[in-house]
């Protein structure tokens, strides 16, 4: 094996050229944002996931903390808890299947919460209380 001793042999194959040196700064550029933004849109989305955890955790807070069937009383009451507003409304429940002149010893009430966070997401829950007729032992 023989090596050359030619100048412009040697010039060639001793490094890389200024064109080759900014294609990988290109490339290495682009990567970086593309991670960048793949970081971004992960810190976005695990953001939104803690307010609507906040949210659904407030929201299970204040239907735990309902007075009991024999004490909530029709209409509506509203407060904050936590920085989030919150409104409890008790109506009526209206169905067909229910006749309202029939005497029973349960009576359904459509309890509706509404709780808003500070971002102004809003979760609604309907569910349905039975409280004891008129007239009815406990």
Partial sequence: MS???????RRNAA?????????????????LT???????TNARGTRALDQRLALV????????GLPD????????VSGEYNYH??????????????DPNRPTPW????IVVRVRSPGGQVLRIDTVRLRRGQGTKK
């Fill in 107 to 110: 009576t359904p009430e459509a």
């Fill in 85 to 98: 507003r919150w409104q409890v409304d008790t109506l009526p429940f209206a169905a067909d299947f229910i």
């Fill in 69 to 76: 069937r024999e004490q909530i009383a029709p209409g509506s």
């Fill in 34 to 40: 593309a991670i960048g933004a793949l970081v971004a």
């Fill in 57 to 64: 955790e407030t929201t299970r807070a204040i239907l735990t």
């Fill in 3 to 9: 090596r050359s001793t030619d100048p412009k042999c």
């Fill in 15 to 31: 490094g890389f050229t200024l064109i080759e040196v900014l294609v990988a700064l290109a490339v290495v550029a682009v990567s």
